[in-house]
């Protein structure tokens, strides 16, 4: 069995995903430029992002892979 997501970012429905290492809050909407924020910071805000938090992990792993210079294999392909 696949183990649930924690309560971070990284899992949040809120949060929009720019580099492996982060990316923005969009808890408020309409923002000039939104919060930046860690893959595994937290707040009471948190909502689930159900299956986009693995899409999200998975292209993670790949952009990690790539500045490695190692192919890697997805469900949807080969990425590099
Ligand atoms: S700061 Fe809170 S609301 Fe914003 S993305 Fe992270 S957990 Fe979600």
């Known amino acids: 069995m696949i ?3 924690k309560k971070i970012c990284l899992s949040c429905r809120n949060f929009s ?3 492996s ?3 923005v809050c969009k808890v408020v909407k309409g923002l000039a430029s939104y919060p930046l924020k860690a893959t ?3 707040c009471d805000q948190w909502k689930d992002c159900g299956q986009q938090y693995f899409i999200r992990t998975g292209w993670i792993k ?3 892979a790539e500045e490695k210079g190692i ?3 997805t469900g ?3 990425i590099n």
């Open 17 to 19: 995903l720019q580099n």
């Open 62 to 64: 790949a952009q990690l």
């Open 21 to 23: 290492d982060g990316g």
């Open 76 to 78: 949807t392909g080969i």
């Open 40 to 42: 595994g910071d937290t």
């Open 3 to 5: 183990p649930l997501p």
């Open 71 to 73: 192919k890697v294999i």
